[in-house]
């Protein structure tokens, strides 16, 4: 996937997003994150587009909480001002260089993290909104074996920049292989004394889980347990290490 695809699946995602929260009350719980409303999640999701964008505008670090988010009073428009919000950081990151250097937390110092980023943002929050309305679209292959590569690429950078330190995902050497059965894509995982580590590899692991690359991915970032996915091996060690699908 290169910027222009990315930018494609944040205007789509935020769409179908968008139409769920227009198919429930803004106070309804969402299943899939029962700690928020619908109203929190869309405020959530369309802030963090307006956070992107202003780290592109200014090429460094910008603070969400100064930013003039344009939220309307009435969380019955919400659905409204989030697509507004993705169009504004979609027409900004179209404008931008994608190689351009720019603030990011992540690996990548560059605007394209942050189409990248987005996209996947996007998707995992439309699937938390369908959740409410039902039924939930699967993630598309390519979009979530991308999205697991983003995740697992930015996964220690995002631990670091949340002060919950790398650290602990460190291990004596255990191992997870994640294999897609729907399209090409496998990952060995690696917790070891210095820290987490991952390689796109066929590899024994003391766990492998299969799965469609939607079902791998949601796994992966805690949207929903290994029941249904084949496993192999020591299941303790996904236990042990949960903290991979937090953050």
Known sequence: ?????????????????????????????????????????????????????????RGEFANPGQLDLGLPAAEADYPDWIEGAAGAFVATASAADPGAPTWSWGVDQHVGFWSRRMAHE????????????????????????????????????????????????????????????????????????DGFTFSREHAKGDLA??????DLLLWLVGRRSLDGLETFGDTGVAEAHAAIRTF
Not at 209 to 214: F, H, N, T, Y
């Open 1 to 57: 996937m290169d910027h222009a695809a990315y930018l494609d699946v944040v205007v789509a995602q935020t769409r179908a997003l968008a139409d769920a929260a227009r198919a429930v009350a803004p106070e309804t719980t969402v299943p899939a994150t029962p700690e928020w409303t619908m109203a929190k999640l869309v405020k959530h999701c369309g802030t963090t587009h307006t956070w992107a964008r202003a780290v592109i505008e």
């Open 122 to 193: 996007t998707t995992i929050h439309r699937w938390d909104a369908q959740s409410a309305p039902g039924p939930q679209a699967p993630v598309d292959a390519p979009t979530a074996v991308d999205g697991i590569d983003e995740r697992l690429e930015n996964l220690v950078p995002s631990m670091d920049f949340n002060a919950a330190g790398a650290g602990v995902l460190s291990g004596a050497g255990e191992t997870i292989h994640l294999h897609c059965t729907d399209t090409d894509g496998e990952w060995l995982l690696r917790f070891g004394p």
């Open 209 to 214: 889980i299969r799965g469609g690359a939607s």
